[in-house]
């Protein structure tokens, strides 16, 4: 699928360079491969947890889903912005809480527009039914969120939340779906990192990217930042003590590097081999192969054919790649026999993310990790800190019988004295003033006063998930 008219991918991955600044290195994907990491839409700001370290705002609970045709809209500013084979994030919230029939439709919808979809969700009501609905429907990842913040009732520590970990690996296996799961890494958590790496490679089989996301000051989380305990460091050392081995760190580079670090390895009998390890051999690589603008979305046949086109005009790569790979299966030789040759891919990524009143520009600049608001896109970090400017802001839309609508995402509770004060929006009559995504003023009116917040009750997964 091309771009949308009027953006070029050359376009785009010019204005991806132009940002990144000085971040744009030889191994940087972002400029060259990629026109984003990836891009956070958000279809509902509804949770049924309530982690003690929630990036939501206070009043998330209480907002309305947004229309579906606002979802599809920011979908298409996705393509619009970024290209096909763009990573996008069906969240929340939890998204598993909108309505099911409209999930799957927004699955459909950004399968069609050649977005790679992957739902983010707690899994507590992404039963085995809804994740083959929404594989059918084109999903192509699902990440779990499982770890201490949530506080789920009869896990105490790390260890026994595994007993869910395995129960969603059972959920999503043989859907053809790539399996994630995200956790928080937190003081709390920190000396339990090294069991769940173990975890994890034990079940690369199935797990391909782990997702560790230190912890930071942001929304309505209770704990706060993080003591000097948890560091991008310490966590890349906890990684290597549990595999025993050196990794390669930075060779690859998405985005700033004090954001976030990407480790793709290799598992085959449960040792782990890092993919990268000449950065100046990758960062030819990427060079001379960035015009091939085949992504994951067209699946795996098709990327395999380009390459090999490519490689076909460019032979001394054959030999490039046939030395490295040589010495990597020396590397793993041992391995390879008592796993009888197969051999599983596992990623690991080390998240940075900034707490709320700590927030750098260079790093905004540069950002990797996008939400897409009604504005356009924003970085996470900077969504996170400023939450309520970007949910609480009324929209119009056009329903599917092309009627003009106004979308107020607070409901009738809200229009009494507020405990919680919305500081942004304007009071009385006043009109509120915002700008769409093509660029064209809207006024609506604002909700004249608020009433108490009152989140629902939340929701805790039974012992035997």
């Known amino acids: 699928m091309a771009c949308s008219p009027g953006t070029t991918r050359n376009q785009q991955l010019a204005h991806t360079q132009k940002r990144m600044g000085e971040h744009f290195t030889p191994n940087q994907l972002l400029g060259r491969t990629h026109t984003i990491g990836c891009v956070a839409v958000e279809i509902t700001q509804k949770c049924n947890l309530d982690c003690t370290l929630c990036y939501l705002s206070e009043h998330s609970q209480a907002v309305r889903d947004i229309p579906i045709q606002e979802v599809f809209k920011r979908l298409d500013s ?9 990573s996008v994030q069906i969240t929340g919230g939890d998204p598993t809480l909108r309505k099911r029939s409209e999930l799957i439709d927004i699955v459909e919808y950004a399968n069609k527009l050649g977005l790679h979809t992957a739902l983010f969700t707690n899994g507590i009501a992404a039963t085995r039914e809804l994740l083959t609905a929404l594989a059918h429907a084109g999903l192509n990842d699902v990440a779990f969120h499982v770890d201490t913040t949530q506080e789920r009732e009869g896990y105490a520590d790390e260890q026994s939340l595994n007993d869910i970990r395995k129960a969603y690996i059972a959920r999503a296996k043989g859907l053809g779906l790539m399996v994630i799961f995200n956790t928080t890494v937190h003081t709390g958590n920190f000396h339990e990192l090294p069991m ?24 309505r ?10 560091d991008p460091l310490t966590v890349k050392a906890a990684i290597e003590k549990t595999i025993n081995k050196a990794l390669p760190w930075e060779k690859v580079r998405i985005g700033h590097s004090d954001c976030h670090s990407y480790m793709p390895t290799l598992v085959a009998d449960n040792q782990v081999f890092s993919v990268v390890d000449d950065e100046q051999l990758f960062a030819q690589f990427i060079k001379d192969f960035n015009h091939i603008q085949t992504t994951r979305q067209h699946g795996k046949a098709q990327i395999a054919w380009d390459y090999t086109k490519a490689l076909l005009k460019q032979p001394q790569w054959l030999w490039l790649l046939a030395k490295a790979t040589s010495a990597k299966l020396l590397e793993m030789r041992g391995s390879l026999v008592r796993s009888r040759g197969r051999v599983h891919k596992l990623s690991f990524f080390v998240q940075n993310f900034m707490d709320a009143t700590a ?16 504005d356009g896109p924003v970085s996470m970090c900077k969504h996170n800190a400023q939450r309520d400017e970007y949910i609480l802001k009324p929209l119009t839309y056009t329903n599917h019988r092309g009627q003009v609508k106004q979308y107020q995402p607070l409901g009738e509770r809200y229009k009494q ?8 929006l304007p009071t009385d009559n006043a009109k509120a003033v915002q ?20 989140a629902a009750d939340h929701q805790q997964i039974p012992k035997n998930v």
């Not at 996705?78 to 763009?86: A, D």
């Not at 704990?223 to 305990?229: H, I, K, N, P």
């Not at 004295?417 to 942004?424: M, S």
């Open 196 to 219: 769940m790496v173990d975890f994890f490679v034990k079940h690369a089989h199935v797990v391909s990217f782990a997702s560790f996301q230190l912890q930071a000051e942001t929304g």
């Open 417 to 424: 004295d507020n405990v919680i004060p919305i500081r942004h």
């Open 359 to 374: 927030l750098q520009q260079d790093r905004i600049d540069a950002c990797s990790f996008m939400v897409m608001t009604a």
């Open 221 to 230: 989380g209770e704990w706060g930042a993080r003591t000097d305990v948890v």
């Open 78 to 86: 996705v393509l619009h912005h970024y290209g096909p084979g763009t």
């Open 435 to 454: 700008v769409n995504s093509e660029g064209l003023s809207v006024t609506s009116e604002a909700p004249k006063q608020s009433s108490p917040f009152s």
